[in-house]
């Protein structure tokens, strides 16, 4: 049996169930908060990238085909060049060109700014050229069409930009409220409890401690077995332990399920649950179950078999317990010892005196 130890220790064990929830809440928040942060600043600089490539001029192409219409015939209303508009928009392509990642929006300011420059070498070309046809030709073959392709460039970057900040804001928004919710079920976690081990072990007085402690409820399966067996619900007998496990199991195991999806702690005492119950459950449902295995030594039994007799009623009345005998007792403890070997559970020992207890 596994003593209760002296001195600091289960003080020390209290502060470790207190503490280690809190320091695992804290660095799941931590992450959170980061994802979060990361995820934040994606959608700021998506959200500057649409505000910066609104001060594009909207009337871009308009202005600078009419400026160059008004040089070219040498109208009253001529501006001269309008060099400086070309250069603000070539400004405006590289801020944006700094501050956007993905490939096809690049591209496209990229393109906005080889054009800008190719507009600028066009409106240079007219002002060299003398003859006014040729200053004409080059108004429709080279201006009109340049300015069209750098604002029809423009306005497709900006759309593009504005539905990834609706949909990065939408993502924000539900990332933000699922993490939430994640981090306040984890907060939550409930705690089931299975126990198993062989008959006359301690495994209700075990779920009764617990119920005492924690205030746990605790569900007896040899309780479900009577019932099913009483009602008629099943012609097996309570001798025919295989087919009983395998008949109440997926009861068992549905009623699990149940407590944690109603967020509610449970001890299920019996020895009806597989020791491989983790198969059929998810990581989800995992990560709040806890599963033990009580175990009597050979020396224990040997010792104390009087005893075990004796208190074998200290919680539910056995009507008949001839069977029991330090025979089967032994054979049984050593079944469920192996089994729960092999699958790694977790096994309270009883070796010296009877005082079982575990801390959750």
């Avoid at 224990?300 to 539910?316: G, L, T």
């Avoid at 050593?334 to 575990?358: C, G, M, P, R, T």
Wanted: net charge negative; glycine share 2%; hydrophobic share 40%.
């Amino acid at each position: 049996m596994r003593k209760r130890p002296s001195g600091p220790a289960p003080i020390q064990r209290t502060m470790s169930r207190l503490v280690l929830p809190v320091v695992i809440s804290a660095a799941l928040f931590a992450m959170v908060l980061l994802l979060m942060t990361a995820h934040t600043m994606r959608y700021n600089a998506l959200l500057h990238n649409v505000t910066t490539a609104s001060e594009f001029n909207q009337d871009f192409k308009s202005s600078i085909d009419q400026k160059m219409y008004y040089y070219v015939i040498d109208s009253r209303y001529s501006e001269g060049l309008p060099l400086d508009e070309v250069e603000a928009a070539q400004k405006l392509a590289r801020e944006l060109l700094n501050t956007t990642t993905q490939r096809e929006s690049r591209l496209a300011i990229s393109s906005v700014l080889r054009l800008c420059e190719n507009l600028e070498e066009k409106i240079y070309q007219i002002r060299d050229t003398e003859s006014y046809d040729e200053q004409q030709t080059q108004l429709e073959n080279n201006i009109n069409v340049i300015t069209s392709l750098i604002q029809e460039y423009m306005y497709n970057y900006k759309i593009v930009k504005e539905q990834q900040v609706e949909r990065q804001g939408i993502f924000l928004t539900n990332f933000c409220m699922k993490k939430t919710d994640d981090f306040l079920l984890g907060m939550e976690k409930m705690m089931i409890i299975l126990i198993t081990g062989a008959s006359h072990t301690g495994k209700t007085v075990l779920a009764q401690k617990l119920l005492e402690k924690y205030k746990y409820p605790y569900f007896s399966i040899d309780h479900l077995k009577m019932g099913l067996i009483r009602s008629g619900y099943t012609k097996l007998t309570p001798e025919d332990d295989a087919e009983l496990e395998a008949y109440m199991w997926p009861i068992i195991r549905e009623m699990i399920k149940t407590a944690i999806e109603n967020k509610q702690d449970l001890v299920i005492e019996g020895g009806y649950i597989p020791f491989d119950w983790k198969k059929d459950f998810t990581e989800e449902y995992l990560d709040n179950i806890k599963f033990y295995c009580l175990v009597m030594s050979e020396n224990y039994i040997k010792n104390h078999f009087d005893d075990i007799k004796k208190y074998a009623s200290a919680v539910e009345n056995r009507i008949d317990d001839d069977w029991c005998t330090m025979e089967s007792v032994l054979e049984d403890n050593v079944q469920f010892s192996e089994l729960a070997k092999k699958h790694n559970a977790n096994i309270v020992l009883v070796d010296d005196k009877y005082d079982i207890n575990i801390d959750l």
